[in-house]
């Protein structure tokens, strides 16, 4: 039996969640095909889009992790051949590595005939994090599995919850041309934050989410801050403050670093602000001499 399914890529953090929100973007992604074989033990048979970068090894591949970690909670030591298609850059802040973990998940188990709810499938992927990044962080893996916005309540126990999506909501994502590896741009976060700004975070993150039950675009523009991840990962980001002007100029609701970067989202009320944040972001980028790509989406 061979089923295919397509995993989409995901903001996470979503400036004020850090580790804690995310949400799918549409169309972009990541797809993964899975065999059922006769021969026991999970493998990676093929890779095609990533350049030649990513391993074969079934405990390094972020798709064979995900689905060992699936077979050893069934209890079954089953022969799985996966097949991975990439559609996204690697390191890039899209959620490249969590989209092949939440595509191997869906197609296994449609193949296994479905002995898990795709809620169940979370836990699974955040494994494949643990190996792609140090840290099973589950705010690219659970949106990418589930779709829409999605917040990670609770890591211990884990208490995933979906979230509404105001209707209009649309996302720009510049994606320049420079690798940044999650685990690199972990090793520069602080490891303390003051009460102040735990009090900043927690403010925010409580208003964003108040925006999405409510449609507020505006409380959702106003509470599009991150007082946490930012500060230190946004040097790394050149032309990164400069966007963030123009792109409120041209009337966005806000921007940020898409996961632990290097592309930046930018969220707008309708298409045709977030095509125009395109265009004119471009330019920015161009300014500094770094090529960047560019894509809209519905939220
Ligand atoms: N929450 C994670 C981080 C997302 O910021 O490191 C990585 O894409």
């Known amino acids: 039996k061979l089923v295919t399914a397509f995993a989409p890529a995901t903001v996470a953090n979503v400036s004020c969640g850090f580790d804690i929100l995310g949400f799918a973007i549409d169309e972009l992604g990541d797809e993964v095909t899975v065999k059922l074989v006769d021969t026991p033990g999970v493998k990676v048979v093929e890779i095609q889009g990533d350049g030649g970068k990513l391993p074969f090894d079934a405990d390094k591949n972020t798709c064979s992790v995900a689905v060992q970690a699936m077979l050893n909670s069934l209890g079954v030591n089953l022969g799985i051949e996966l097949s991975l298609f990439k559609g996204l850059p690697l390191g890039s802040g899209m959620g490249s590595s969590a989209a092949s973990a939440a595509a191997a998940l869906v197609a296994a188990n449609e193949v296994l005939g479905n002995p898990f709810e795709k809620m169940d499938l979370v836990p699974f ?54 690798e940044l590896k999650t685990m690199d741009s972990r090793s520069v976060l602080r490891q303390q934050i003051s009460l102040k700004e735990s009090t900043v975070q927690s403010g925010n993150i409580a208003g964003f989410i108040a925006g999405l039950f409510r449609n507020d675009f505006q409380l959702i523009s106003r509470s599009l801050k ?10 790394l980001i050149p032309g990164f403050y400069e966007l963030r002007n123009v792109v409120r100029e041209i009337g966005a609701l806000g921007s940020g670093i898409s996961g632990s970067g290097p592309t930046i989202f930018i969220l707008s009320e309708g298409k045709e602000i977030a095509l125009k944040v395109g265009k004119e972001s471009k330019k920015v980028f161009e300014k500094i001499g770094l090529e960047v790509d560019v894509y809209v989406s519905k939220v």
């Open 125 to 178: 992927a955040m494994e494949a994090e643990r190996i792609a990044c140090g840290t099973a962080h589950a705010d690219n893996v659970a949106p990418s599995i589930l779709g829409g916005f999605v917040l990670i309540k609770d890591y211990d126990p884990l208490d995933v919850i979906k979230l509404p999506v105001p209707d209009g909501l649309y996302c720009t994502l510049l994606h320049p041309h420079l």
């Open 226 to 235: 991150d007082v946490i991840a930012e500060p230190t990962r946004a040097l």
